[in-house]
Every structure is written in structure tokens, then in C-alpha cells.
């Protein structure tokens, strides 16, 4: 069975840019979170979906935006991109609407903003 | 406000010798659980282990196991027989069941195996 894949895996874009990062979940998992990982820091929460609601966001700008499908894979938007949104964005999913228990984690999406 | 602090950036530790990764946390919140996850360079992170607040016993996962220490909020990863593959950034996490959804992760410990 196919894993959490995101996509794209490497990108670069420029200041002010917009950018959008793509999750396919594990099928029958409803729940997707994403996460930046700046380098040398462990993942910082950014959103939680279960059933196409937001159920969790952290403390990041409202630049950031997220969705889920009806198919449960989920985008990311990050607007106004600014050289501190260079990260490794990661995606997980799981089977229920809370994040306790076993999340499984895509290969993440690397950001770099010139 | 809660939080999860790793004291150790870097360890080398000998092949086959166990080691401990150290985790302390801070939380108001009387349900929560905590996670550890490997994360090797590829970058994807790999769940290892999960202990609830309420758990009685400690959790183990085949060569893991997590020393829960509820009144002194620790919760230390403990690899037994250590292999040249366990090399990774190893990540402690906690949530909790309140109406934030929310899970905080420590800075990590990178964890060098030596031949």
C-alpha cells in the first residue's frame, strides 16, 4: 500500500511568491496535519483537518491556508512567501480526528525562498 | 503553555551498546500522550513508541522502550542493542485532549551509531 506522498519534493521560489504543497494521505485515513520543519528544529504544527473541517491550526500568519478534499488529500498555500518560509514541509495522516496515536509521515516537501 | 525541551543535540554511542534519549515536557493539561519519532536523513519521520498520561505501564515497541516518569515529566527513549541504523534525528512530541488540537515537538537529538 502506497504511503503519505507529497508533492512537490523540492522547490524554490522567489520573495512574494505563492506556493502550494500537496498531501495524499494513506487510504481510509481521514485525518491530515502539516508541519514545518525549519532546518536544525523539530516540526512546528500548522493545521490539522479530519473530515474536510480545520480541527487544529498553530501559531503561524494567515498567509498560511490549508484544505481538505472530499478524496481526504489536502493542499497547502503559503502567500507573501518570505525567506523564513524556507523549510522542509511535512504532511501526516492518520486514522482519527485527534492527533493522539500513530501519525504517519510523508517525505516532505523542501521549500526554498530566494 | 506546553512545552517539550531535549537537552541532548548530539550523542555517539557504540554498536550494540543501549543508549537513552532524555525528554522532559510541560503541560497543564491532565490528558495527554507522548510520542517519539525517528526521522533519518531522507527526511520522513518514523512513529517509534506512545505512552498515555494514563498509561500505568511503561510502552515498549521491540527494541524500544519509554522510561514514563509522570512526576518528574520525563519521558526517555531507551534503545536496547543499538544498531548502525538507528543514526537518525530522534524527535519527542506530545498533545493533548483539550480543544486545540495541537502536538509539540522537542528540537531533537541526533543520535550517531559508532561501528
Known amino acids: 500500500d502506497a504511503g503519505v506522498t507529497q508533492s512537490p519534493t523540492h522547490l524554490i521560489k522567489t520573495r512574494g511568491q505563492h506556493v502550494t504543497l500537496r498531501c495524499s494521505p494513506i487510504s481510509g485515513h481521514k485525518s491530515v496535519s502539516w508541519y514545518q520543519q525549519v532546518l536544525g528544529q523539530g516540526p512546528q504544527f500548522i493545521f490539522q483537518y479530519y473530515e474536510k473541517e480545520e480541527r487544529g491550526r498553530g501559531n503561524f500568519p494567515d498567509r498560511f491556508s490549508a484544505r481538505q478534499f472530499p478524496n481526504y488529500s489536502s493542499e497547502l498555500n503559503v502567500n507573501a512567501l518570505l525567506l523564513g518560509d524556507s523549510a522542509l514541509y511535512l504532511c501526516?495522516?492518520?486514522?482519527?480526528?485527534?492527533?493522539?496515536?500513530?501519525?504517519?509521515f510523508g517525505e516532505g516537501s523542501r521549500l526554498t525562498v530566494l | 503553555a506546553q512545552k517539550i525541551t531535549q537537552t541532548q543535540p548530539g550523542m555517539f554511542v557504540q554498536e550494540k551498546e543501549a543508549v537513552t534519549l532524555d525528554c522532559t515536557y510541560d503541560t497543564s493539561d491532565p490528558s495527554y500522550g507522548l510520542f517519539w519519532y525517528k526521522q533519518p536523513s531522507s527526511g520522513e519521520m518514523i512513529f517509534l513508541i506512545y505512552q498515555g498520561s494514563y498509561d500505568q505501564q511503561n510502552a515498549t515497541e521491540g527494541r524500544y522502550s519509554l522510561n514514563f516518569q509522570k512526576a518528574r515529566k520525563s519521558a526517555n527513549l531507551v534503545i536496547s542493542a543499538s544498531q548502525l541504523g538507528d543514526s537518525a534525528m530522534y524527535f519527542c512530541a506530545m498533545s493533548s485532549w483539550n480543544r486545540d488540537d495541537k502536538i509539540i515537538f522537542g528540537k531533537g537529538t541526533r543520535l550517531h551509531i559508532l561501528p
Open positions: 501526516a495522516s492518520s486514522l482519527g480526528g485527534g492527533l493522539i496515536g500513530e501519525l504517519f
